[in-house]
Structures are given as C-alpha cells and as structure tokens.
C-alpha cells in the first residue's frame, strides 16, 4: 500500500517533532505555515509557505495530503474551517474554536462540573474593580497568549494605573492560586471511548514558561486517578480526536483545578519520546490518519528541560551520555526566553 500522507498546519517544533514520528510509521508529511523559515521545514518531506488565508494555496495543499491536522492552537479559525470544509481536520476545528477562548475553554469546563479558577471577563478597568474578590489576580488576554504572554499580575486596583493595560481586546481576570505543583495528563483519543492515555507528568514553570517536567509526578493516588478521569471526561465530551493536553494546578490545600486545555501535543509530554514505546506524536499521527492504535506503555521514568535561548549552545555539539536524548529545533534565530531545544534524561 502506498504511504499515508499526513498534512500538519503549523510549522513550530510541535510540527516537527509530529513529522519525526511520522516517518517512522512510514507516514509521508507535508507542513503548511506562514512562516517561511519554520523550523518544520528541515522534518518534513513536503513543505508550503503560505499566508493563512490564500485559497488558491490551501487547495494545493489539500490535494496532495489524504489526512490533515494542526500543531498549533492559534492557527485562525477560518483557515481551519476551509481547509475542514475539504477534508476533514482532526480534531475538529470547532474544538479549537471553543479553547482558543480562554472565556469559552473556561465556561466549557463549568458545564462539565470541573474545577477551575474563579475567573470573570473583563473589558474595561471599571470590570476589575467591580471584580476585586479575585485579586491579587492574573489578567490574561482571552485569545492568543501563549507562554505567559499577555498576561498581567494584578496585586491591588492601586497598580493598575502602572501596567497600562489597553483595553481594545478582551481579558479574563483569574484568581490567583498559591501553588504547590502543577501537573499536566495527555491522552490521545481514536474514537468512542477508545483511548490511551499517559500518566500526570509534574511540571515546573518558570516566569510562566515551562522549565521541566518529569514523571512519575510526585502527588498523591487520589490526584492521579481525579486528573485522568477528568481529562478523559473533557476529550470524550469535546469528541476530540489525536493528541490532547490538560494542564491542572494543585494548590496548598491539595485542591485540583483544570488550568487549560492544548488541543494538540503539549511540551509536557516531549519525554513520551524517549519514556514511552509510543510517544504522543506517535500516537497523534495514529489517531487522525486512522492508524492501529497499540497498547502504550512506560519504559523508564524520565525528565526533560526546555533549552531556552542561548541555554541550547551548551548543547550543541555536546557529548552526550547514553541516558540523554537532545533535540535542537534548528531555529533560525536564538531570541531569549525561546524554546529552542530539549534534552529528556531517562533512568
Ligand atoms: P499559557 O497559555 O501562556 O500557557 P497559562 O494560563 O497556562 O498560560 O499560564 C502560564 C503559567 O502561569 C501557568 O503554568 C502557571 O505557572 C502560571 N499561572 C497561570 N494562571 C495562574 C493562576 N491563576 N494562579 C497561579 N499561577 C498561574
Ligand atoms: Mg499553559
């Protein structure tokens, strides 16, 4: 039979890696991005630059891919909604429509009766102050952010005039947590009750980017058995099909809260490479390109760290030991504070 072949929207190091795992299931891969020097672009057999909306563009790429996915959540709804008009997308783009909202994602979570932050939405400064009961709290814009950005600290309405926030887009205001840990469970769902999912991995953020995960996550029985149920519980009533993430907080008291949801492999679960028989990208490319779904299994314990700007030259030409694995995402350019690479330490 004539290989698969897969199309990725989004040309980011997730899209990579997804390529990777790709060829080594004798899936062929085309990526599609905005972004001429994608780091994809190495990974891939295929690659399209195109703005997000060129019709004439999404064409020739629909036509030469049998399946179709997205590595990415901001990819613009409308894109996602064409190309699914075509051939279908997985996970359905109306997922993404739902949690590129942190308002939605949130109101979503309420519905299904998961804890979250207490959060309100906010449009004006009037709203924060009429919402006080969640200070000290964290103001985040509802669409776009990603590793902390767009997002403010409010301690008191007194700073407020300090951080010159403009209002022309809309935020949520979130209460914030005291933390204990925060932990993160990927599954990858292939249809009805029919999934395989991986244990909590324990994450470390720093300056709201993650810095470490490593599992087992250090928590309690009852943290591990809530956090899964809950995470199948959101991929069964989202329909999702592949790869999808929930990142939870665990506060000084032991509380359980869902943080968000990533409608796509997740940073946390780069460890399943080296940790698992079939790591999530693996398992994502199975799931959406209709592939067996096999039995995933932990061979080691492992950590990973995120190699954050010019943290990856101490890498690069690094003799490694047999128990690390080190992944450069060849990006063009080094820019501080920029997921440039990973290394996972199995044991
Ligand atoms: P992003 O989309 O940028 O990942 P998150 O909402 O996950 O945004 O926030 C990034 C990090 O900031 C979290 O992993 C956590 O460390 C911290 N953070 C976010 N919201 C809260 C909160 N309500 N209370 C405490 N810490 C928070
Ligand atoms: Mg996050």
Known sequence: MAKPTLGIIGGGQLGSLLAEAAKKIEVNTVVFSDDPNSPAKNFTDKFIYSKYNDLENIDKFEKVVDFITFEFENIPFETLNTINQKKPVLPNPKINKIIQNRYSEKNFLKKLNIKTTNYELIKSEKDIEFNKKLLPGLLKTCTLGYDGKGQYKINKIDNLSNLNIKFNVKFILEKLINLKKEISVIVTRFGKNKYEIYEPIENLHEHQILKKSKIPADISKEHIE???????????????????CVEFFIDKKDELYVNEIAPRVHNSGHLTINSHNISQFENHVRAVCKLEQKKTKKLYNAEMINLLGNEINNYRGKILKKNQFFYDYLKKEIKEKRKMGHVTIIE
């Open 226 to 244: 809530k956090s899964k149920k809950w995470t199948i519980k959101i991929a069964e009533n989202l329909d999702y099909i592949g790869t999808m």
